[in-house]
């Protein structure tokens, strides 16, 4: 009977006639020699062996033998517990042969574990899960039958993981993913936290605090995978169960704060990258700092942000407005710094929405100067002028909310020089300081202006400074996301009205009456 071309269990034909033996059968009996009797101990070498193959169906069933061979080993006790001495240093000293068999059991063991971390740079996904999934299962193992002086928790082993995943060459988004599922037990989850602190220590401290990418990257991407407790009732789920939780950091909420503030402020210790200032500032205000257990140490940080300017200036906002409302931040020049962020930029970019949003809330107390708010309606209006209709239709709202909000501010509107003051406006663009840009001696002629402007809802808009405004504010909330292609739809289909037009509309061929051909001829 013949083999299918693509059994692998069969016994091939070598070139002198005799048959050799497959990868799998040689796995299986060198794991089961093992397993059987002590003295196949030096069968181990070649099992790992395979752990280095090219080839990944080998590869992969090399994995999934260790996983068999040293969980089994693990659990009847026969790898060495405490200190484990350098492997040269084993044949010296009065131990028996119990005790050598042990260490060397032991440092076959953490030989497997250096080469699954290895096996999880693999090209191969397949080989990559794998290897990732083995070692938590020898995770499991190692922490029901611990070889650890320091404690029952696997750290070796977990270090390797962690190792693994933060590689500096590849993106390990897709496995980092995978290891989510591992990062929900609530023991893994703390001290995963503090390996990824001493791995990025090691790391930059070795590149000399040079950007890295692609590391920083994966990094990042762990870090926004961890999910934290809200409540101390929320940390039930443990990989391995302690006889003692009391005085288990793993099992205490203050505890995961704390090495979770740790972990992000070594990331953020160093330079990172221009796109992930970005990417950290949208998720900072509502995944970060609400799991941190001193949400002020990010000050240094935002404050740094808010003055690169641009994007990065306008995310930094959210943070800001956490810790200022919050935490009591003192931020002795913020509202110039938002002054300054207002230039025509901010009509067009991806976070247009979120910033107006935010800059009406901290523009909505009362206890704001009047010059202060008239340079903000100033600017505003200023910047009205060359503005898409989409954000006119938030900005303009705005403006009123502002004048409604500070009655000190309707001087803008009523000024009696107002026709004369688009020629000689005192009000100066270009100060970067609002207290003097002498906004509050000027007028809101720009508003006029756009009463004449080409999109009627944006001259409707503008006209309501004509009328007294009433003390209701306008909800913009359903304004900032108005899109370009949400306003035309709505245009067309808003029904048209009829129009005075100078000529009669045509009701048929030669029907109309003012037509000399229609005079003198019908169609009968």
């Known amino acids: 009977m013949m083999a299918a071309p693509g059994d692998d269990n069969v016994k091939e034909k070598r070139s002198d006639g005799r048959s050799r033996t497959s990868y799998k059968e040689t796995i299986r009996t060198k794991t089961e020699l093992v397993l059987h009797s002590r003295k196949h101990a030096n069968e181990l070498f070649d099992v790992l062996q395979y752990l280095q193959s090219d080839k990944e169906k080998e590869l992969i069933f090399a994995i999934n033998a260790c996983q068999t061979l040293f969980c089994a080993l693990l659990e009847r006790g026969d790898l060495y517990v405490g200190q484990l001495p350098k492997e040269a240093e084993i044949l010296e000293g009065n131990r028996n042969v119990e005790e050598k068999y042990q260490m060397f059991i032991r440092h076959r063991y953490n030989d497997c574990v250096e080469l699954l971390q290895d096996c999880m740079g693999h090209e191969a996904y397949q080989v990559k899960e794998r290897a990732l999934c083995v070692l938590m299962k020898l995770a499991t193992a190692e922490g029901q039958h611990p070889v650890q002086d320091q404690g029952d928790f696997p750290l070796n082993v977990i270090q390797a993981v962690v190792c693994g995943l933060l590689s500096e060459k590849e993106d390990m988004s897709l496995l980092i993913s995978r290891f989510q599922e591992f990062l929900e037990m609530d023991d893994v989850r703390y001290y995963v936290m503090g390996l990824i602190r001493t791995n990025i220590n090691r790391v930059m401290d070795q590149n000399r605090q040079a950007v890295l990418p692609i590391y920083q990257n994966n990094v990042f991407t762990l870090l926004t995978t961890i999910n934290m407790p809200s409540q101390a009732s929320e940390i039930t789920n443990f990989l391995l169960k302690q006889k003692t939780q009391e005085d288990w ?207 009627p809802d944006v001259a409707m808009a503008a006209k309501a400074i004509n009328q007294p405004l009433s003390e209701l504010e306008e909800d913009i909330s359903e304004l900032l996301e108005l899109s370009t292609f949400e306003l035309m739809e709505r245009d067309l289909k808003s029904q048209s009205q009829s129009v005075p037009v100078e000529f009669d509309p045509i009701r048929g061929l030669l029907q109309s009456s003012r037509e000399v051909v229609g005079v003198h001829f019908s169609l009968e």
């Open 249 to 455: 950091k793993a099992a205490r909420l203050k505890d995961h704060k704390r090495a979770f503030d740790q972990m992000w402020l070594i990331f953020l210790k160093y330079k990172l990258p221009t796109s992930m200032y970005k990417k950290l500032l949208v998720i900072l205000h509502d995944s970060i700092l609400p799991n941190m257990n001193n949400p002020t140490l990010m000050i240094d940080f935002l404050t740094a942000a808010y003055d690169v300017g641009g994007a990065v200036s306008l995310l930094a906002l959210n943070g800001l407005f956490v810790l200022i409302h919050e935490h009591n931040l003192n931020y002795p020049e913020f509202y110039k710094k938002l002054y300054n962020l207002l230039d025509p930029s901010v009509f067009h970019v991806k976070f247009r929405a979120r910033f107006f949003h935010l800059a009406n809330i901290f523009l909505s107390s009362s206890h704001l100067p009047a010059y202060l708010v008239a340079a903000f309606i100033k600017r505003l209006s200023r910047l009205a002028l060359t503005a898409p209709p989409t954000a006119l239709l938030i900005v303009l709202p705005l403006i009123c909310n502002l004048i409604r909000r500070h009655p000190s501010c309707r001087v803008l509107i009523h000024r009696p020089s107002a026709a004369d003051v688009p020629y000689n406006d005192p009000y100066v663009m270009e100060e970067r300081d609002p207290a003097q840009c002498g906004a509050l001696e000027s007028s809101l002629w720009e508003l006029q202006t756009l009463q004449s402007h080409y999109h």
